[in-house]
Structure formats: C-alpha cells, structure tokens
C-alpha cells in the first residue's frame, strides 16, 4: 500500500521559514514526479511546487525564489523548505506522488504575527 505522510508544519511569524517532510512508503519514490500542493481555507487547492524524477524542478510565481523543493530518493522523502513565509502562506500543505493520484493527509502552516 503506498503512502505519503507530511510532517514539519507549524506556526511561525512572518518572514521566518520552515522545512516540511513527506515520508513515502511502499513503491519506489525515486521513478516518479512528486510534489506539494496547498489549500487555504475557501479557496482551490493549487501546486507549490514539482520535482521530476530527474531531479528538475517547478514552481509557481507565487513561491519562486522563497520555496525549494527537493527529493531524497534513499530516505523515499520529498521536502519543501520555505523561508520568508508570509500570512498568504497560510495553509494545509499536501504532499502528491504522480502514481494513481496519491496524496497525504497534510500538514497545517500558519504565518502570523
């Protein structure tokens, strides 16, 4: 059974930064194009960011230059590092894994002063 667990959510300020995880489990992460989505509240779920499996990248307008995403295929975990977060930030942070539209569970970031 493949799964995508995401931790490293939280609260912080703005203009601070925070590293999340997503640990997959039971399929060869390394073969697939996987990435991070978001959802604030109201509002459509969009793509942060995608990592191909030959390591290139994706980013929407809004996170380019602030948000990186990388894969590290022998720990089979996708990361998003975020710095210089801001209140529109706020939001439940998916982790997608191109094989039969799996998704995890999310993980809460909220920016506020």
């Known amino acids: 059974q493949v799964q995508l667990v995401e931790s490293g959510g939280g609260s912080v300020q703005p203009g601070g930064s925070l590293r999340l995880s997503c640990e997959v489990s039971?399929?060869?992460?390394?073969?697939?194009?996987a990435g991070w989505h978001r959802q604030s509240p109201g509002q459509q779920r969009e793509m942060v960011a995608d990592?191909?499996?030959?390591?290139?990248?994706i980013y929407s307008d809004s996170v380019k230059g602030r948000f990186t995403i990388a894969r590290d295929n022998a720990r089979n975990t996708l990361l998003l590092q975020m710095n210089d977060l801001q209140p529109d930030a706020t939001a439940v942070y998916y982790c997608?894994?191109?094989?039969?539209?799996?998704w995890g569970q999310g993980t809460q970031v909220t920016v506020s002063a």
């Open positions: 039971g399929i060869e992460f390394g073969r697939y194009r």
């Open positions: 997608r894994l191109d094989w039969g539209g799996t």
């Open positions: 990592i191909l499996a030959n390591g290139g990248t």
